[in-house]
Antibody, heavy 121, light 109 residues
Framework: QVQLQESGPGLVKPSETLSLTCTVS????????WSWIRQPPGKGLEWIAY???????NCNPSLRSRVTISVDTSKNHFSLKLSSVSAADTAVYYC???????????????WGQGTLVTVSS | EIVLTQSPGTLSLSPGERATLSCRAS???????LAWYQQKPGQAPRLLIY???SRATGIPDRFSGSGSGTDFTLTISRLEPEDFAVYYC??????????FGQGTNLEIK
């Protein structure tokens, strides 16, 4: 059973960079796409970006200028950096596996439990 | 950009009743690209339905999905106490590559 676990600081100051890591266990990170999704408190879900184990990426245009996503196959984890954060970036951040099928990359089948990141001075 | 609009915002029903949740897309999407998730308080979303009508692994058969084009439906045939949660639809393929509806809160009446 694949499991994902997010880790990183729970508090980030405005204008600084948010950094999170998602560690995958119970399976290899190889041959899959991996994604970050966030949810502001009491609100809906927003897709941030995905990365393939080979390193290719795709990002939400609304966040592209501030997002860096990377993968380390030797550690079976992938990471997110979001720069120049503000209070609007306060959210629960989830990592998830993207399922690939004949139709592309249509949905997320495994999710981490999520980690709350608060942006505040 | 495709916008997904879910209705109703809140649905109040009793255990044993039938629930019908709607997801309407602002443009036609392939049914292969429509998924539904369940989220309980303090938990991550859980995949229920993919390809508009295929149940994910381990999902009870009281959950079913249908629809095409711009109108999609999640039906729960007989509500169990554990089914009360927030439900999201999600589309793939339009910029942004993935987007979600705003959710339907299914609450106990």
């Amino acid at each position: 059973q694949v499991q994902l676990q997010e880790s990183g600081p729970g508090l980030v100051k405005p204008s600084e960079t948010l950094s999170l890591t998602c560690t995958v266990s119970g399976g290899s990170i190889s041959s899959y796409y991996w994604s970050w999704i966030r949810q502001p408190p009491g609100k809906g879900l927003e897709w941030i970006a995905y990365i393939y184990y080979s390193g290719s990426t795709n990002c939400n245009p609304s966040l592209r200028s501030r997002v860096t996503i990377s993968v380390d196959t030797s550690k079976n984890h992938f990471s997110l950096k979001l720069s120049s954060v503000s209070a609007a970036d306060t959210a629960v951040y989830y990592c998830a596996r993207v399922q690939r099928n004949n139709y592309g990359l249509p949905y997320f089948d495994y999710w981490g439990q999520g980690t709350l990141v608060t942006v505040s001075s | 950009e495709i916008v997904l609009t879910q209705s109703p915002g809140t649905l109040s029903l009793s255990p044993g009743e039938r629930a019908t949740l709607s997801c309407r897309a602002s443009q036609s999407i392939s049914s292969s690209y429509l998924a539904w998730y369940q989220q309980k308080p303090g938990q991550a979303p859980r995949l229920l339905i993919y390809g508009a009508s295929s149940r994910a692994t381990g999902i009870p058969d009281r959950f079913s999905g249908s629809g095409s084009g711009t109108d999609f439906t999640l039906t729960i045939s007989r509500l169990e106490p554990e089914d009360f949660a927030v439900y999201y639809c999600q589309q793939y393929g339009s910029s942004p590559l993935y987007s979600f509806g705003q959710g339907t809160n299914l609450e106990i009446k």
